[in-house]
T-cell receptor
Framework: KNEVEQSPQNLTAQEGEFITINCSYS?????LHWLQQHPGGGIVSLFM???GKKKHGRLIATINIQEKHSSLHITASHPRDSAVYIC???????????FGKGTRLHILP | DAGITQSPRHKVTETGTPVTLRCHQT?????MYWYRQDPGHGLRLIHY???????DKGEVSDGYSVSRSKTEDFLLTLESATSSQTSVYFC?????????????FGPGTRLLVL
């Protein structure tokens, strides 16, 4: 079983829709990251969470440590949000990060 | 982007040849990582470094070696390339500021082993 599971694997939505991507993990963590990878490959860090909620523009990330679950929300989605969104966790007392397989999001105009 | 560059950006090589990929950073970060990205898999850690001459293996380290003789450079060597090592390779650093950790990735190297 993967230690980091994302759902859905693929998501297609219309412009303007509210998007939710989920991430569940099975280990104790010190931090959870959300990353974005656009076609063409560059990977960009969106958020680091250790508790609660963070907001940046139209992106909101939440984490529930007890339930080992995080969500990434996109409000008023736009075609430029089309990308792969990757969840990653840093287990407690570990130098390494474990990545989910990503969620491929496609926003139709 | 934390000043991370990778070279080469694209490489085609033949099975059995050695290949070295270079990751260079300009901001003196301690931790550096090499990942490979393949369809159907998340980013998988090959090796990482926590300082000059300090390295450790990741989950897919077989067939790869690394060296870090200077803070700014982290080299990944495929000792004898195989077709299964065809992949996109990303270098990354981990930066921590005021308790917030940020991962910065290089632009990637596309490697094709024929």
């Amino acid at each position: 079983k993967n230690e980091v599971e994302q759902s859905p694997q693929n998501l297609t939505a219309q412009e303007g829709e509210f998007i939710t991507i989920n991430c569940s993990y099975s280990v104790g963590i010190s931090a959870l990251h959300w990353l974005q990878q656009h076609p063409g490959g560059g990977i960009v860090s969106l958020f680091m969470l250790s508790s609660g909620k963070k907001k940046h523009g139209r992106l909101i990330a939440t984490i529930n440590i007890q339930e080992k679950h995080s969500s990434l929300h996109i409000t008023a989605s736009h075609p430029r949000d089309s990308a792969v969104y990757i969840c990653a966790v840093r287990p407690n007392r570990d130098d390494k990060i474990i990545f989910g397989k990503g969620t491929r999001l496609h926003i139709l105009p | 982007d934390a000043g991370i560059t990778q070279s080469p950006r694209h490489k085609v090589t033949e099975t059995g040849t050695p290949v070295t990929l270079r990751c260079h950073q300009t901001e003196n970060h301690r931790y550096m990582y090499w990942y490979r990205q393949d369809p159907g898999h998340g980013l998988r850690l090959i090796h990482y470094s926590y300082g000059v001459k300090d390295t450790d293996k990741g989950e897919v380290s077989d067939g790869y070696s690394v060296s870090r003789s200077k803070t700014e450079d982290f080299l990944l060597t495929l000792e004898s390339a195989t077709s299964s090592q065809t992949s996109v390779y990303f270098c990354a650093i981990s930066s921590r500021l005021a308790g917030v950790e940020t991962q910065y990735f290089g632009p990637g190297t596309r490697l094709l082993v024929l």
